[in-house]
């Protein structure tokens, strides 16, 4: 099978390994998540607001109305309590049926694989620690599952294997199969073209819930072990990431020399890179990531909002570093060339609107690696080029005919 061929649904059934995740611990985290924060931030906000009217109706009736107000806590917490006390209860009961394997895969469907992906993405980091069972592990993916990083599972997973490998990595949130967006409206997707031209494209998966430079290491880890392990000598490396998944990218260019004595560039896949595309990447941090951390604070402020602030304090490290992405300590691969490409709403980059909001997500500054005066450029001692998509949303970029023609030149 082509690893760019349409993903089949994978055997279903009743019974899975318990050490897969399925349907039953998503719920069991659905079920805990919604006693921890949603019941508990609805309980504090209650709270804050009922001890803000106690406070004035004592005040209004010089004490006399206290005992009401002591009678509608203890009913309110009684409700709370129960409403968390089933909820907890329930937890243990899929969780215990879920260690045993019982369901089916959360793997086994697509809107399982993205539902996995997107609350990687959101909590990850925790996940890792506490839910290893719904963490995702980096691994090339083949027809909707993992392909062992060994010479039997490359051999098998990418039986046309050539010397020139593409690597391909997607963003916050997003899965392995985020890269056939749009595919009915263009009829092919990048994998697909790199296929064409000669290139073995590798789709990689991740968690992005992690820390941009823990992802990094993984993914330093996994290019060497792939490099030794695949079917053919590699004479060439081609990495292309999404917005964080550009991030990622940059971050495993930097890994520190490992015990085998390999420094960042002269690692076996590092000397190897000879092209590194990053698109809608935020090179310097992204607006929206920033604007939940202020949101955070400002819900703070008052108790009776405070709850909420608490929700949005829950995300993610992988969303917390892309408040501002990597800097000069992060430098790129000196011999690889950098292909860089931005989007806009608007047509022009210098509209408005387009300067404001850039792709929705990341500014065109940003996914060019510039901040402010221009002479604070990340690529500036490299060769680097960029590429404006006028109209274009974060996720167009995905799949857009401006870069597919782009990508045929660069990677030629």
Do not use: C, K
Request: cysteine-free; hydrophobic content about 45%.
């Amino acid at each position: 099978m082509s690893p760019t061929s349409p993903v089949p649904a994978p055997p279903t059934g009743g019974s899975r390994h318990a050490a897969d995740p399925g349907v039953l611990d998503a719920l069991t985290l659905l079920l805990e998540v919604t006693d921890e924060l949603v019941v508990r931030s609805v309980r504090d906000t209650h709270r804050a607001v009922a001890a803000r009217i106690g406070s004035l109706v004592r005040a209004t009736t010089l004490g006399a109305g206290g005992g009401p107000v002591r009678a509608h806590d203890l009913v309110a917490a009684g409700v709370y309590g129960a409403i968390g006390g089933s909820l907890r209860g329930a937890a243990r009961g899929t969780g215990a049926l879920a260690a045993r394997g019982t369901g089916p895969g959360l793997d086994d469907r697509g809107v399982g694989r993205q539902l996995r992906a997107a609350v990687n993405g959101l909590i990850g980091d925790r996940l890792e620690t506490e839910r290893r069972a719904l963490a995702i592990r980096m691994a090339p993916r083949v027809a909707g599952r993992d392909v062992a990083v060994s010479r039997a599972g490359l051999a098998a997973a990418y039986p046309g294997a050539t010397p020139r490998v593409a690597v391909l990595l997607h963003g916050l949130g997003e899965s392995d199969e985020v890269w056939r967006l749009g595919r009915a409206e263009r009829g092919s997707t990048y994998p697909e073209d790199l296929e064409a031209a000669g290139w073995t494209p590798v789709v990689l998966r991740m968690n992005s819930g992690l820390g941009l430079r823990a992802n990094g290491v993984a993914l330093a880890s996994l290019l060497d072990r792939l490099v030794t392990a695949w079917p053919t000598d590699v004479e060439r490396i081609a990495l292309v990431g999404h917005s964080m998944g550009g991030l990622v990218m940059r971050a495993a260019a930097a890994v520190v020399p490992d015990a085998g004595g390999h420094a960042a560039g002269e690692r076996p896949w590092a000397a190897r890179v000879s092209d590194v595309v990053t698109l809608g990447t935020p090179h310097r941090g992204a607006p929206l990531a920033a604007l939940v951390g202020r949101g955070s604070s400002l819900l703070g402020v008052l108790e009776e909002s405070a709850a909420f602030g608490r929700i949005l304090d829950e995300r993610s490290v992988g969303v917390r570093d892309l408040v501002e992405g990597l800097g000069h300590d992060v430098p790129p691969l000196p011999h690889a060339r950098y292909r860089l490409v931005s989007g806009t709403v608007s047509r022009s980059p210098r509209h408005p609107v387009g300067t404001v909001l850039g792709d929705l997500l990341v500014r065109e500054a940003s996914a060019y690696g510039r901040r402010g005066r221009s002479w604070d450029d990340l690529f500036a001692e490299v060769e680097a080029e960029t590429l404006h998509v006028g109209g274009a949303g974060h996720f167009a970029l995905l799949n857009h005919p401006e870069v597919a023609e782009r990508l045929r030149v660069w990677l030629a």
